[in-house]
């Protein structure tokens, strides 16, 4: 299903994404696909979504421990492993060295041959793309290159941690308003819906939610000349 060459030995798909619930709205279907072809997925969490709630009485602390628990359940529909939460600020961001330092790190840990993540650069939708989206995105993709590549980029996390670099031959952006590649996920929709049911919090009416990323599912398919597809940009490095 797909035209990623990954040697058995090193089939990991790594997924930066900026809040829970991103990686089931966008990439799920395609991410669990792969985990079925024998691929191990690493989900990384740039913050913990505790900005995600309606009540002005909660507590963030308590909104983000939801949305961890709500996370490790979807992942877990999918086949993924336990996620890595950064729990960075959510809304907060920012293209800066440490966010790099960690997503390289992340990188070189797990020596990704696919990596999966926002497209910053021709964001859906055009102009009010979250603002978290478009950072997460724009740092996994220095992160990925030149920094986890290049030695002397961190170089602590190679003397110091015994990391290697690595370069990312492969990437899919998803959340993307140009997309040019389209993944059948006809077999696996019913899990992403099921993962993205995982995030209660954030579902106001189930079914009506399953109704309509089905339809999305079509559309995006009618796109790609596909029954059920997700939709990524896809870049080779
Ligand atoms: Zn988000």
Redesign the pocket.
Known sequence: MNDVDAPDEAKICLVI???P??IE?WCAGSVASLVREGWRAVYVLCTS?EKGTSDPDELPDTVAARREAEQRAAAAVIGAGEPIFLRLPDGGLQDNAHLRGLLVREIRRHHPSLLLTHDPVHPWPPFTA?R??RIAGRVALDATYPYARDPLHFPEQIRAEGLAPHATPEVWLFNSDQPDYYVDIADTLAAKITARLAHASQTSDPAALAASWRARAEETGRRGGLALAEAFKRLTL
Do not use: F, Q, T, Y
Request: aromatic share 0%.
């Open positions: 994404a900026a809040h619930d991103d709205s979504g979250h978290d989206h």
